[in-house]
């Protein structure tokens, strides 16, 4: 009687341990993959082993909720950027919807030949024709002036390849990123060279950023009144923050004063973000989007000859950098199952 | 028998709808008072009107909770500012520390003028003087090393009246609307016209306010690297961001990218960013905070023949406009019950 109560006890026992264990193990097999759009391999392990590694209390990696960053670049990282950054796609149209108000644009480049459709043209745009067009687009009206420009253009304009909102283009493996480091307790932010007030217009419905979130390129605005004696802030033609390359670490330090513990990026200007963030220590995880899929998406970059590209330009030197730092390159072609969420 | 059954299902009915009533009744009187360093009156009880007005389904005024933001100024409004910013101290004690290295400035005002302990003659200091005390303190280091030293001050260092560290002198009151504000879903953002970096060196201990929610006057930076090659921030002698008047809320539309719903301030250099928020709509609350009590804290600005301040400076003309536009104006001496948490 002893014996089979002991026995019973020890069985208990053992189930029980043998049951918690079985629980843990079932328990996680049936947690849904927080990733399910990235293919397995090293990777995808990188993003996984990084968050346990960070949120493990007591280990040497660990870091509070409350420090959690995360940064990630925009064109090419969270949607595509060929065969021109959205944002002067909508700068283009822009300068078509006001020509009829601007005449004198019919005899004057950089305008006559955006007018005129003329490609070979607007190939060989300078960086003075192209800040003449996105002054002459961006500048000139109130902060919700522009904002709601914006929005009308994205609700109606279409990208030239797959002829759909140019939001259906961000990459579903990175909604999934930047979901599965938010239910962990990171703070997702955009760091872009693009306009700031440009992606803050869409961000916060395609990608779940507040606008607080989003750190881009920023153009001067000037507080003033209207007629009826409101405060409003203007967008005079000045840029204020250039926010590629060193621009990046120094406008992060700006807004959110402390290095981010993962950065994503995808081309020359995001290499010093990379480098501060692994300059913060903490395990760090950096990763960088290769291009490498031009038939669900496009090519361009260092690798297995790829061509080059002015758009999103990512180096032999920056391949090289990431090699010897230990940064992760992200092959679009291998490590994606899926790219857009309209594919099938 | 039926008319006794109907009889006690009407009592209970009754029963029960007082009863919900006065549960809930109580339950409302059983919570604690946020803000039990207020006295009530008008002033505490716009504040709660406010929290109740915004956080109304289906009300005018609704803001949904990822929208609510309050930004407050902080010298003045969040800690004493008397009879200098703390700010200022901090710079005259770095002089005072670094005058050693630099046998120079025995003999060059600024630095001579400090280095005596000639109240007389830093009295008469120019912003050009300041700005070099400033640059001498505050630059030629990384941003880490600067933090540093902030920190280290801030830990040491006690005010000139009541002789306890500075982060002593915060308002109670004031954190007791930030904690209010906070557990009604607001964020809360510092909008100071000092340094942003100095101000993050203390603001999550002190206010619990994150360092990426404190918006200030900014000195540019440099990124490069140290002699291990690793990417590090150098302050140069230059400012980026005055977040002072108008640049307040132009640098809120730059970091929050939208209007605040309540804004505290207690200076000229408040009005614009005051101003702003009110243009919001959407029900806003506007608070200056009114130095008149000198027994307690200070006293000065425009009301009831209170002496003019270079620190902080309330005009008439704000305490005007405050009256026409509907702001609070918060009076230490009625308002407030406690100032500081070490009071009796």
Redesign the interface.
Same mark, same amino acid.
């Given at each position: 009687m002893v014996a089979a109560l002991i026995l019973r006890r020890v069985v208990l026992a053992s189930c029980c341990a043998v049951g918690i264990v079985a629980s843990l193990y079932a328990s996680a097999l049936a947690q849904t993959d927080p990733l399910p759009s990235w293919n397995d391999g090293p990777v995808k392990k990188s993003i996984s082993d990084f968050v346990v590694r960070v949120a493990t209390q007591g280990g040497p990696d660990f870091v509070s909720a409350?420090e959690r =960053?995360a940064v990630f670049d925009n064109d090419g990282t969270l949607w595509t950027e060929q065969p021109y950054y959205f944002q002067l796609a909508f700068a283009l149209d822009r300068i078509k919807a006001m020509a009829p108000q601007h005449p004198e644009w019919k005899t004057v480049d950089p305008f006559k030949s955006v007018i005129a459709g003329d490609r070979a043209a607007m190939a060989k745009f300078t960086t003075k024709d192209l800040e003449k067009i996105v002054f002459a687009t961006h500048t000139g009206m109130t902060?919700g002036e522009f904002s709601a420009l914006v929005k009308d253009w994205l609700a109606k304009a279409h990208d030239p390849r797959w002829h759909r909102p140019f939001t259906d283009l961000v990459y579903q493996p990175m909604l999934e990123v930047m979901q599965y480091l938010r239910a962990n307790g990171y703070?997702t932010y955009i760091v872009t060279g693009g306009g700031?007030?440009f992606v803050?217009a869409y961000a916060d419905q395609t990608y779940g950023i507040?606008?607080?979130q =989003?750190i881009g390129s920023?153009l001067?605005?000037?507080?003033t009144y209207n007629d009826a004696g409101?405060?409003?802030?203007m967008r005079p033609p000045k840029l204020?923050?250039n926010n590629n390359f060193?621009g990046k670490?120094?406008d992060i330090?700006?807004?959110?004063?402390?290095h981010p513990q993962a950065a994503f990026g995808n081309s020359t200007g995001d290499r010093?973000m990379l480098?501060?963030t692994?300059?913060g220590g903490k395990g760090a995880l950096m990763m960088l989007v290769l291009h490498d899929d031009p038939a669900r998406e496009y090519a361009y970059g260092p690798a297995e000859g790829l061509p080059a590209s002015k758009v999103g330009t990512f180096t032999q030197a920056l391949y090289d950098e990431a090699q010897s730092r230990g940064w992760n390159v992200i092959s679009m072609k291998k490590d994606w199952k899926r790219i857009f969420s309209f594919e099938k």
């Open positions: 409350q =960053i902060t703070k700031q007030e803050r507040p606008p607080e =989003i920023a001067d605005t000037d507080f409101k405060a409003i802030l204020l923050l060193s670490p120094e330090y700006l807004f959110i004063g402390q010093e480098e501060y692994q300059a």
